[in-house]
């Protein structure tokens, strides 16, 4: 039985069963949807992989608490014996599957675990029993592999390409998840109360240690706990709340009253009016004893603020928006005993979701601005009406994810008067890569002489770049230009047979006159056609004879294969592309060559990212569109006179080293928490350990 104060603790919605069967709903058809971007899988095969991840979700949502023999494992020696040899072996691939999955998913998975532990009531959940894990994932697949009855190899090379797919895409799927349970109210559930055995090592897996294993914010309060107690002991229980752990009911009637009189005496924040914003509202000022528990709590959400305040990226007046907030946002501290320890309540999500409505907004915004009027008035209204009833608070997130879609849609409307312009470079992109991927077929080889490899790259690639754009990737015309090169490189290799030279005799003039008709197509100087028609005339002479005009060694030599192949990217080049009003931004990889397949983005349709044009200072626009080939981002912004468009390989970059950020997936409570965290004794200590 789970004592009062863990069931408090996790919280559980009374709407469980309903929020489940949601989430089972969402799960299946985001995974399906994942499946048949990543392969073509017949129809039959998805719905097995579908049947199978809801069983595997049915199965962890209703299962009761399992011994330690049962946490065993499901590999058991009784069921090893069972197996024939390749069938082992694609249990154990699909192991492996699992585990690389669920390393490479993180923080994401992490914090999707603790809203089911919350969701089910179940603190002794262990962390491989995530309904909606990688595990999930694996089951899934090992039906499709059934369905399809695929030989051992084509099975593990169709897992191989998966596990490509599963591990870039995965994330943005929990992430996706992690927000549809925010939105229904689930929070995570403290590690703290927690009683899986493999807590730990799941918590490390995820690269969360410490005191970031559990919400920032509460760790922040347990932190200031300890530094207000004789010797740095806690005087309560992390489940315990500030409410419940006052020294007396006056003194919470008198901290209420407290905060009435300074909402009366602190400015109104009005659409088109700035007011001075005021200081974080700490204990001191309230009049608490030092190292009261309650005084822990005001302090910590006066540091949040003063991070917030802090932000370099928050506007002026929606910092001002926020800063009104602070004595609703106490109330709601004074009121709940779990404000610090769930994520998803009302208070800390009005903060998150108006800092979201703000996302693009330029840092030197006035308050006139119309999004700035919206997002003050909606923290005027929760200043004159929140009293004790969250409610209110709901209402007003309600209205701001209102905002936050308005705004969505305004930028997906600038983005679509682009999109015909985005398409035809596009079109110029796929048939660059089909024409350079022709060549590139034929120019590595190391038989072909240099002087055709140079024309080659140099002129009978535009040629069929041209084609492609004029007729297409299934023309005649097509066919034909790209099947004289394939004629083009036999005509000069040795003929010693007397039947391939009656051959090549016969096929030369039509061979030659294609080759001039395209030349002329794509206007090759004079100089260049007369000395490539030399060349080929002394290399198929040599050829006739049996002989070779170039000297193996010659065509293989390091310097000259060197000289053959495509050059590597340069620096990322900014330009612009103008169309009657329109100006698009494109900042591309100029000369970029890819050896292989493109790797789609694992940013999203839908994403805020913040990122850099060259030297410029940071922008941040809504990704509208991406490219299927390339990969390429479509931005616009509501605020924007312009449109960009991204080369992926730049955003990503920019991601890594730390000069680009999704802004959109950001909480602004957690990371201001995250960062008043790391300002306490306790976490300086840790550094200098």
């Not at 509460?218 to 992390?238: D, E, T």
């Not at 320890?341 to 693009?360: E, N, S």
């Not at 850099?612 to 509501?638: F, Q, T, W, Y």
């Not at 006179?641 to 909480?667: K, N, W, Y």
Request: proline share 6%; charged share 20%; aromatic share 6%.
């Amino acid at each position: 039985m789970l004592s009062n104060a863990t069931k408090e603790s996790l919280q559980t919605p009374d709407d469980a069963w309903e929020i489940l069967r949601d989430c089972r709903a969402w799960f299946l058809k985001q995974a399906v949807q994942l499946l048949r971007e990543a392969e073509p899988v017949p129809d039959d095969a998805v719905a097995a992989f579908a049947q199978a991840l809801g069983a595997y979700f049915d199965e962890k949502t209703t299962a009761e608490r399992r011994t330690s023999f049962d946490q065993l494992g499901d590999l058991t020696a009784s069921k090893i014996s069972l197996l024939g040899e390749s069938d082992l072996e694609l249990d154990i691939r699909l192991g492996q599957f699992s585990a690389l999955l669920t390393e490479s998913n993180g923080k994401a998975l992490w914090r999707v675990y603790l809203r089911f532990v919350t969701l089910l009531g179940r603190p002794d959940l262990s962390p491989t029993d995530n309904p909606v894990g990688p595990k999930a994932i694996a089951k899934g697949l090992a039906a499709l592999t059934a369905v399809l009855a695929e030989n051992p190899d084509t099975a593990r090379q169709r897992l191989d390409r998966l596990e490509d797919v599963f591990a870039e895409f995965l994330p943005a799927l929990y992430a996706g998840f992690n927000d549809f349970l925010i939105a229904r109210k689930v929070s995570a559930a403290q590690p703290t109360i927690v009683t899986a055995s493999d807590i730990a090592s799941a918590a490390q897996a995820g690269g969360v240690t410490g005191a970031l294993a559990m919400d920032p914010a509460a760790a922040l309060q347990h932190s200031l706990i300890g530094q207000g107690q004789p010797g740095g002991g806690n005087a309560v229980s992390m489940g315990a709340g500030v409410a419940a752990s006052l020294l007396t009911q006056a003194m919470f009637g008198r901290l209420l009253a407290r905060l009435d009189d300074l909402e009366r005496a602190a400015p109104a924040v009005t659409g088109g009016v700035e007011t001075t914003m005021t200081r974080p509202l700490d204990s001191i000022q309230l009049g608490l004893p030092a190292g009261a528990p309650e005084a822990a709590a005001i302090d910590a959400l006066a540091m949040i603020f003063e991070a917030i305040f802090a932000s370099p990226t928050l506007p002026d007046p929606i910092k001002t928006a926020l800063s009104s907030l602070q004595i609703p946002t106490l109330r709601a501290v004074m009121l709940d005993r779990n404000f610090f320890t769930a994520d998803a309540h009302p208070a800390r999500q009005l903060l998150d979701k108006m800092a979201r409505a703000a996302v693009g907004l330029p840092v030197d915004v006035t308050s006139k601005h119309p999004l700035c009027t919206v997002i003050q008035q909606i923290a005027s209204r929760v200043r004159a009406e929140f009293i004790n009833d969250t409610q209110v608070l709901s209402h007003y997130v309600g209205e701001l994810d209102k905002l936050i879609a308005r705004r969505d849609n305004a930028a997906g409307q600038s983005a679509a008067g682009y999109r015909p312009l985005v398409q035809r470079l596009e079109q110029g992109d796929q048939a660059e890569q089909a024409s350079r991927r022709v060549i590139d077929t034929f120019c590595l080889r190391v038989d072909v002489p240099p002087a055709i490899s140079r024309f080659l790259r140099d002129h009978w690639q535009r040629l069929l770049r041209q084609v492609w754009l004029e007729s297409g990737e299934e023309s005649a015309a097509w066919q034909d230009n790209k099947g004289v090169v394939d004629q083009l490189l036999w005509s000069v290799q040795p003929k010693v047979d007397i039947e391939e030279r009656k051959q090549l005799a016969r096929e030369l003039p039509q061979m030659l006159k294609t080759i001039t008709a395209g030349m002329q197509h794509v206007s090759v100087p004079d100089a260049a056609r007369a000395e490539f028609l030399d060349a080929c005339f002394a290399l198929q002479t040599a050829a006739m004879r049996g002989a070779h005009s170039e000297s193996p060694a010659a065509a293989t030599n390091p310097s000259v294969l060197a000289a053959t192949r495509p050059t590597p990217a340069s620096a990322p080049a900014l330009s612009e592309l103008r169309s009657g009003v329109q100006r698009l931004r494109i900042y591309d990889v100029a000369g970029a060559w890819n050896g292989g397949r493109q790797r789609q983005s694992a940013l999203g349709i839908g994403d805020w990212l913040s990122f850099r044009l060259a030297d410029e200072p940071p922008v941040c626009g809504r990704i509208c569109h991406v490219a299927k080939g390339s990969g390429k981002l479509l931005l616009a912004n509501p605020d924007w006179d312009f449109a960009v468009l991204l080369h992926p390989a730049i955003a990503e970059g920019q991601l890594r080293d730390g000069r680009a950020s999704i802004s959109s997936g950001v909480s602004l409570f957690n990371a201001a928490a995250e960062q008043a965290l790391r300002r306490t004794p306790q976490a300086a200590e840790v550094r200098q350990s």
